[in-house]
């Protein structure tokens, strides 16, 4: 069974940067896909930033643009998040995704096939 672990979350204030991380295992199939979305209370899940595996594109929502970075490590099967100049509004739990034998960038949740356990990231005003 594929375990997707994210850590780095915590309580910055408004301003601050936070860099969250997610590793894969227990696949030897590399994920095709791998993203960050969020999901704050009351509110629906919403896909944050996706990378691409087999050319490294990148794609992200207008909201983080600018702000947020997403990139794989050097390590098999790992994604990072930078989130740069935090605003209250990113106050959510962020939880790393995983899709495999597709090359295809998709927002939708119900695509992925893998979830982490989510990390909360707090912003304070």
């Known amino acids: 069974q594929v375990q997707l672990a994210e850590s780095g979350g915590g309580l910055v204030q408004a301003g601050d940067s936070l860099k969250l991380s997610c590793a894969a295992s227990h696949r030897a199939l590399s994920p095709s896909i791998m993203a960050w979305f969020r999901q704050a209370p009351g509110k629906e899940r919403e896909f944050v930033a996706i990378i691409r595996r087999i050319d490294d594109a990148t794609y992200y929502a207008d909201s983080v643009k600018g702000r947020f970075t997403i990139s794989r490590g050097n390590a098999k099967d790992t994604v990072y998040l930078q989130m740069n100049s935090l605003k209250p509004e990113d106050t959510a739990v962020y939880y790393c995704?995983?899709?495999?034998?597709?090359?295809?960038?998709?927002?939708?949740?119900?695509?992925?096939?893998?979830w982490g356990q989510g990390t909360q990231v707090t912003v304070s005003s």
């Open positions: 995704a995983s899709q495999w034998g597709t090359d295809m960038i998709t927002t939708n949740p119900g695509d992925y096939h893998a």
